[in-house]
């Protein structure tokens, strides 16, 4: 995860910005918690994996369908694996492939840092079509039955037909100074696409044309510089019954109502990595590693655990009933829904895992390292 600033020749890393704020305590930022000790209860076994190439700072993250896990690496490697871990075909894309891997009933679309989307045959893997977008492709494109919709830099969609690649439609916001480079998706409800942007908003077009139907302040940007002012809605927005809830940098964790975006409930909470929703429980670590579980209809705190701070975790996964997190020293942490403690842990990748993982369906869960290998273990609780 990196920020974005037009004015400035070089890129920031954001793991000096994940201490909140102690930021500037030594040159290397907070000290990582130490490796918690673990009286194991969860039985956790590695079950295959795959190298699809090198993904760090491209923000590349598997997808994965009920029968499919696919995958992409920085070079332009594109993989589509069934559920024995078994290479169904692996193909060329674009190269310099950036932001996830979008997965729809059909095609595969993936876009590049030069602005390339590609859309490929999901049986086969046979490139369909590629178009040159306006500008270098961000985040996880929306692949539907008829549209495929990718972000363009950090404020800007284009629709594209997934027939041919003709352009459909573009949504443009107003560009913010300073924006967080993060792992980033969208939502369908119904007939809406929910996008989260820089400057806290959450938006709801409809998906035949691109119009706004409502949009939602998750967090208003505030201090004194653009540092302090950056409040941008992170993770991919989650759907539940009448509810949306997200998460924003610097801002808030909020749900909202799905048909007219109004707030339900919001929490004074900063995540870069966004939340997942489980039916009664939403699940998220906050920018310094904590993670917490909150009541999914009022908010309400239900648990918290510290012992991963400043180790770099991501957004949570669910596995066979439990909450899972993974860390950029590549730990996988199992931790128990009712209170947080720790019921498992198991080293899944030595080059640090930062891509949000995917929870499958038998107790398994799939997690792509920054060295670009997949791998997928097995949960048993």
Same mark, same amino acid.
């Given at each position: 995860?990196?920020?974005?600033?037009?004015?400035?020749?070089?890129?920031?890393?954001?793991?000096?910005?994940?201490?909140?704020?102690?930021?500037?305590?030594?040159?290397?930022?907070?000290?990582?918690?130490? *490796?918690?000790?673990?009286?194991?209860?969860?039985?956790?076994? &590695?079950?295959?994996?795959?190298?699809?190439?090198?993904?760090?700072?491209?923000?590349?993250?598997?997808?994965?369908?009920?029968?499919?896990?696919?995958?992409?690496?920085?070079?332009?490697?594109?993989?589509?694996?069934?559920?024995?871990?078994?290479?169904?075909?692996?193909?060329?894309?674009?190269?310099?492939?950036?932001?996830?891997?979008?997965?729809?009933?059909?095609?595969?679309?993936?876009?590049?840092?030069?602005?390339?989307?590609?859309?490929?045959?999901?049986?086969?893997?046979?490139?369909?079509?590629?178009?040159?977008?306006?500008?270098?492709?961000?985040?996880?494109?929306?692949?539907?039955?008829?549209?495929?919709?990718?972000?363009?830099?950090?404020?800007?969609?284009?629709?594209?037909?997934?027939?041919?690649?003709?352009?459909?439609?573009?949504?443009?916001?107003?560009?913010? &100074?300073?924006? *967080?480079?993060?792992?980033?998706?969208?939502?369908?409800?119904?007939?809406?696409?929910?996008?989260?942007?820089?400057?806290?908003?959450?938006?709801?077009?409809?998906?035949?044309?691109?119009?706004?139907?409502?949009?939602?302040?998750?967090?208003?940007?505030?201090?004194?510089?653009?540092?302090?002012?950056?409040?941008?809605?992170?993770?991919?927005?989650?759907?539940?019954?009448?509810?949306?809830?997200?998460?924003?940098?610097?801002?808030?964790?909020?749900?909202?109502?799905?048909?007219?975006?109004?707030?339900?409930?919001?929490?004074?909470?900063?995540?870069?990595?966004?939340?997942?929703?489980?039916?009664?429980?939403?699940?998220?670590?906050?920018?310094?590693?904590?993670?917490?579980?909150?009541?999914?209809?009022?908010?309400?705190?239900?648990?918290?655990?510290?012992?991963?701070?400043?180790?770099?975790?991501?957004?949570?996964?669910?596995?066979?009933?439990?909450?899972?997190?993974?860390?950029?020293?590549?730990?996988?942490?199992?931790?128990?829904?009712?209170?947080?403690?720790?019921?498992?842990?198991?080293?899944?990748?030595?080059?640090?895992?930062?891509?949000?993982?995917?929870?499958?369906?038998?107790?398994?869960?799939?997690?792509?390292? *920054?060295?670009?290998?997949?791998?997928?273990?097995?949960?048993?609780?």
């Amino acid at each position: 995860m990196t920020i974005n600033h037009r004015t400035l020749p070089v890129i920031l890393l954001i793991a000096s910005l994940l201490s909140a704020c102690s930021w500037f305590k030594g040159p290397r930022g907070p000290v990582p918690s130490a *490796l918690p000790d673990v009286n194991a209860a969860a039985d956790i076994k &590695p079950l295959w994996h795959v190298d699809t190439g090198g993904i760090g700072g491209t923000l590349l993250r598997p997808a994965a369908t009920a029968d499919a896990v696919f995958a992409g690496g920085r070079s332009g490697t594109l993989v589509r694996l069934n559920a024995e871990g078994r290479e169904v075909w692996r193909t060329r894309s674009v190269s310099n492939l950036t932001g996830g891997v979008g997965v729809g009933p059909s095609v595969v679309a993936v876009g590049s840092s030069e602005g390339v989307l590609a859309a490929h045959d999901a049986s086969s893997g046979a490139l369909l079509w590629k178009v040159q977008t306006g500008g270098e492709l961000g985040g996880t494109p929306f692949v539907g039955d008829t549209l495929v919709v990718a972000r363009v830099g950090d404020s800007q969609l284009e629709a594209y037909a997934v027939a041919d690649g003709k352009r459909l439609w573009s949504y443009q916001r107003g560009q913010s &100074p300073l924006s *967080l480079r993060t792992y980033s998706g969208m939502a369908r409800a119904g007939d809406l696409l929910l996008v989260g942007f820089p400057g806290g908003k959450l938006v709801a077009l409809t998906l035949a044309g691109g119009f706004p139907r409502w949009e939602a302040t998750i967090a208003a940007p505030r201090g004194s510089n653009e540092l302090e002012r950056m409040s941008d809605v992170t993770g991919d927005p989650v759907v539940s019954g009448d509810s949306v809830c997200v998460a924003a940098f610097q801002g808030r964790i909020a749900c909202v109502d799905r048909e007219k975006g109004n707030l339900q409930w919001t929490r004074d909470y900063s995540s870069a990595s966004g939340v997942l929703l489980d039916g009664k429980v939403i699940v998220f670590a906050d920018s310094t590693g904590i993670v917490f579980s909150l009541d999914a209809q009022t908010g309400a705190t239900i648990w918290k655990q510290d012992r991963l701070q400043h180790r770099g975790v991501g957004r949570p996964a669910f596995v066979s009933g439990l909450v899972a997190v993974a860390d950029r020293q590549g730990w996988l942490h199992l931790l128990d829904p009712m209170d947080g403690h720790f019921v498992g842990q198991y080293r899944v990748d030595g080059t640090g895992i930062e891509a949000p993982m995917l929870g499958l369906a038998n107790g398994r869960l799939a997690a792509q390292g *920054l060295g670009g290998t997949l791998s997928v273990v097995s949960v048993r609780h």
